[in-house]
Antibody, heavy 119, light 109 residues
Framework: EVQLVESGGGLVQPGRSLRLSCAASGFTFDDYAMHWVRQAPGKGLEWVSGISWNSGSIGYADSVKGRFTISRDNAKNSLYLQMNSLRAEDTALYYC????????????WGQGTLVTVSS | SYVLTQPPSVSVAPGQTARITCGGNNIGSKSVHWYQQKPGQAPVLVVYDDSDRPSGIPERFSGSNSGNTATLTISRVEAGDEADYYCQVWDSSSDPRGVFGGGTKLTVL
């Protein structure tokens, strides 16, 4: 059974940093791209960032480019999101999502970790 | 950047057919994927590659894609289908990225 468990969320002041983690199990982690998708309270889904199986291809939404860094550790079956210079508009539930062998969609999602940016 | 447009809401009576549209420039040339999200839950993939269903998704869920509009069709709607539905594509431009529609709230009357 595929499981994705996010952690690391919390309350943080504007301008500070936070690191999210996603622990994956139930599939061959280093075969698949992985992604972060967020959802602000009461709003829709927004793709944040994605990383290929070997970290050779990485992408970011314009809204986080230059502030967020995605990474993965295949030996630990883990995905990360380093979030710097956080803003109030980054407040959201952050989901870890598994990509597919062929790029394009997200077939499994974690339950999310909540990030609240507020003074 | 690529934009996907969905109606904010769709209402349907139980047993009827719900159709949720997703508009985008020449979206028919892209693969469209659909997610269902119930309150307090993570999204669930219900249709991928325009019209394929993951295992465990009822045959009542189907999809189509042509021209500038993709459509998720839910036949014989049940109360349990009430949820938010999101379309999504992968924009394989010079800066590849995921793109979601704004979401459609399906209400079962």
């Amino acid at each position: 059974e595929v499981q994705l468990v996010e952690s690391g969320g919390g309350l943080v002041q504007p301008g500070r940093s936070l690191r999210l983690s996603c622990a994956a199990s139930g599939f061959t982690f280093d075969d698949y791209a992985m992604h972060w998708v967020r959802q602000a309270p009461g709003k829709g889904l927004e793709w944040v960032s994605g990383i290929s199986w070997n970290s050779g291809s990485i992408g970011y939404a314009d809204s986080v480019k230059g502030r967020f860094t995605i990474s993965r550790d295949n030996a630990k079956n883990s995905l990360y999101l380093q979030m710097n210079s956080l803003r109030a508009e980054d407040t959201a539930l952050y989901y870890c999502a598994k990509g597919t062998l062929r790029a394009g969609y997200f077939d499994y999602w974690g339950q999310g970790t909540l990030v609240t940016v507020s003074s | 950047s690529y934009v996907l447009t969905q109606p904010p809401s769709v209402s349907v009576a139980p047993g009827q057919t719900a159709r949720i549209t997703c508009g985008g420039n020449n979206i028919g040339s892209k693969s469209v994927h659909w997610y269902q999200q119930k309150p307090g839950q993570a999204p669930v993939l219900v249709v991928y590659d325009d019209s394929d269903r993951p295992s465990g998704i009822p045959e009542r869920f189907s999809g189509s894609n042509s021209g500038n509009t993709a459509t998720l069709t839910i036949s014989r709607v049940e109360a349990g289908d009430e949820a938010d539905y999101y379309c999504q594509v992968w924009d394989s431009s010079s800066d590849p990225r995921g793109v979601f529609g704004g979401g459609t709230k399906l209400t079962v009357l």
